[in-house]
């Protein structure tokens, strides 16, 4: 049986991600800070051997006590699934060097050092046709600016950077690493942001959804269950030859080639 290390497991998006996982007989390490919702969701996933490791990826201590337990627990791990924690959205291109050094820790520095525990983990052996299989969920503005996430911009740009440098790092060893890049997905928080977004335009929330997605050219947000699929996908042997790619989930809308 395969073992997955997914982070932000109880997330909208890590949620959908767990239990297509678990449905296709993947065994999964689920990580993310409470405790609590991680164990319920362990509860209602199909299959067994699923395992729950607190996890802060801000926090070097806590981070250095999940990579202990990985090691501890003799986890071998066939992939990852990482969720960086998201910088909030801003229009403000220079944030004081304070803030940046909090956004860098936050949302590449700690989830880098996690990243590195699970390689530490994994026992590849690509002539055996054992591959280990990265998945770095970013965002796309990881391939175009986008106004109102301005230090997104630059953090995403960092982990494309980091997952192809990676790629080539460890390809000899059968590690892969490819980022997948979202754009709008509707976890439970974005469809909260519709509806607030809705209610200010004085709109229902399929109005505001048609207006938001009318430049998309499939014309629709992306379903958390559409990321679990895609990333079923690059965790599988659809990406065998595959590695240091950047693959958009946006419905088409960026227009980059
Ligand atoms: N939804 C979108 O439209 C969208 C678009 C582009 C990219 N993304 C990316 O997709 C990933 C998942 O997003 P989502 O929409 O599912 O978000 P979400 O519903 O807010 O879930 C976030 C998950 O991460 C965990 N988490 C938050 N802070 C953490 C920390 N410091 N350390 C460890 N775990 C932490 C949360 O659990 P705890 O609070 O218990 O720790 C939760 O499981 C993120 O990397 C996000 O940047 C999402």
């Not at 909208?12 to 239990?19: K, L, R, T, W, Y």
């Not at 990881?142 to 230090?151: C, E, F, I, P, R």
């Not at 499939?218 to 030859?241: C, M, N, Q, R, T």
């Amino acid at each position: 049986m395969r073992t997955i290390l997914v982070t932000g497991a109880t997330g909208g998006i890590g949620d959908a991600v767990c239990h297509q996982l678990a449905k296709s007989g993947y065994a999964l390490v689920l990580a993310a800070r409470n405790m609590e919702k991680l164990k319920t969701l362990s509860e209602r996933l199909a299959g067994s051997g699923h395992q729950c490791l607190s996890l802060d990826m801000t926090n070097d201590e806590a981070i250095g006590l999940f990579a202990s337990q990985l090691s501890e627990k003799g986890i071998v791990l066939d992939g990852v699934v990482l969720m960086p924690p998201q910088a909030h959205s801003t229009n403000d291109p220079m944030p004081g060097s304070q803030a940046w050094r909090e956004l860098f820790q936050s949302c590449f520095i700690g989830p880098l050092e996690v990243l590195k525990a699970a390689i530490a983990a994994m026992k590849p052996d690509p002539a055996a046709g054992r591959r280990a299989k990265i998945v770095i969920i970013s965002g796309i503005s990881s391939a175009q600016v986008l106004g109102h996430y301005a230090t997104s911009n630059v953090l995403r740009c960092a982990w494309v950077g980091e997952a192809k440098t990676l790629a080539f790092a460890l390809g000899s060893r059968g590690i892969h690493v490819n980022t997948l890049s979202l754009g709008g997905t509707l976890a439970p928080w974005y469809r909260e942001g519709i509806e607030k977004r809705a209610h200010a335009a004085g709109m229902t929330f399929d109005q505001r959804l048609a207006e938001e997605t009318s430049n998309i050219p499939l014309g629709k947000y992306g379903e958390p269950a559409e990321v679990a699929i895609a990333v079923e996908g690059l965790l599988s042997p659809f990406s065998d030859h595959m590695t240091g790619l950047n693959i958009m989930h946006d419905g088409g809308f960026t227009r980059s080639y």
